[in-house]
């Protein structure tokens, strides 16, 4: 158990990175306190986004 939290850690730490920096630029284009919230919860979900877009970018 020990062995594969270990081996999974670095997905872990770019998500982790990738969340922070989603919540930064959501809330930073936010125009009002909900927005801001809405905002959050987008930054909680950003890999769905990203693989939208490049499926949809690749025609897929």
Known sequence: MKESMQRNAPNGAVYGLGFIGAVIY???????????????????????????????TLGA
């Open 26 to 56: 959501y809330i930073s284009n936010a125009t009002g306190f909900w927005m801001g919230v809405v905002g959050f919860l987008k930054a909680m979900v950003w890999p769905a986004f990203l693989v939208y877009e490049a499926l949809k």
